[in-house]
């Protein structure tokens, strides 16, 4: 069962997807990610590179929706938490969660390892928040506290072990709590 720490953070977490917070995850939300980065970085409109982050940022939103088997093109944050109960928690194996995790880090490396040194830097760090119009206060502790090795870069392994104590952890003061803000 999630407890309520873990729906706070699930909560939490649509809610930064939800990037116009209308209540409904859409293909906008995901499109208008991949447009703030493709400014961000300075790319052309019509560069290969500007098309290719609009390709993922849009397939991550597809991806949702298969695997919360919805047929509509909006989720809700019911659907949202109950994808998360049903079928990364409750549907069975840790095997589904893992492979969640894991996929989740690597959206993040494919749209914020901007340099692709397969590495997030604070900055590029930073520009997630940005993007995600997350607040920086707690975005140096955040990132210390992913970068576990204290080399002054996110690895994918710390990237999956974050995000591991982020959906799964029931302590307040886990690292990785913070990677999408303060949900506290
Ligand atoms: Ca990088
Ligand atoms: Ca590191």
């Given at each position: 069962m999630l407890s309520e720490i873990q729906k706070r953070k699930i909560h939490h977490f649509f809610n930064v997807l939800d990037i116009d917070r209308n209540g409904h995850l859409q293909p906008e939300d995901f499109v208008n990610v991949g447009k703030r980065i493709i400014e961000k970085v300075g790319l052309g409109q019509e560069s290969r590179a500007a098309k290719l982050i609009l390709i993922k940022s849009h397939r991550l939103f597809v991806q949702l929706l298969t695997d919360a088997d919805n047929p509509e093109l909006s989720l809700t944050l019911w659907d949202w938490i109950e994808f998360f109960r049903?079928?990364?928690?409750?549907?069975?194996?840790?095997g589904v969660l893992e492979y969640y995790i894991h996929r989740t880090s690597r959206h993040i490396f494919d749209l914020f390892?901007?340099?692709?040194?397969h590495f997030i830097s604070k900055d590029e760090y930073a520009n997630m928040l940005t993007i995600y119009k997350i607040s920086q206060e707690h975005a140096d502790q955040s990132f210390e506290e992913l970068d576990s090795n204290k080399d002054g870069m996110i690895s994918a392994d710390e990237m999956i072990n974050g995000l591991r104590n982020f959906f799964k952890s029931n302590d307040i003061n886990s690292p990785g709590n913070l990677i999408f803000g303060d949900w506290r």
């Open positions: 049903d079928q990364l928690f409750e549907g069975g194996n840790n390892d901007m340099n692709r040194d």
